[in-house]
């Protein structure tokens, strides 16, 4: 079972050039990488050679309360990490 907190994810996270967040958590001779961009959070599981063993994508929600307004709940960033990392996991 992984427990991964809001608190680790802000703890491993860095902007990336195109305005997402992007992460390493890193278990024995494996990697977990995260792109949290505008539109969905991509998450890969990658062994020590860099070949992908597993990745999954989450859409993004965003919403649009009123005209010219768009929104996004940063616990959904969270959200889409961990369910990614279950299913790379899986």
């Not at 997402?20 to 959070?41: K, N, P």
């Not at 649009?64 to 996991?89: K, Q, S, T, W």
């Amino acid at each position: 079972m992984i427990h991964l907190t809001s608190q680790t994810v802000k703890n491993n996270y860095h902007m990336s050039d195109h305005g997402g967040y992007w992460g390493i958590v890193t278990w024995a001779r494996y990697y977990i990488g995260f792109d949290c961009g505008t539109m969905g959070t991509k998450t890969a599981l990658y062994r020590d050679d860099s070949v992908r063993m597993a990745e999954a994508y989450r859409e993004n929600i965003i919403s649009y309360p009123h005209p010219g307004r768009a929104e996004m709940d940063p616990c959904g960033f969270v959200r889409n990490v961990e369910e990614g990392i279950r299913e790379c996991l899986s």
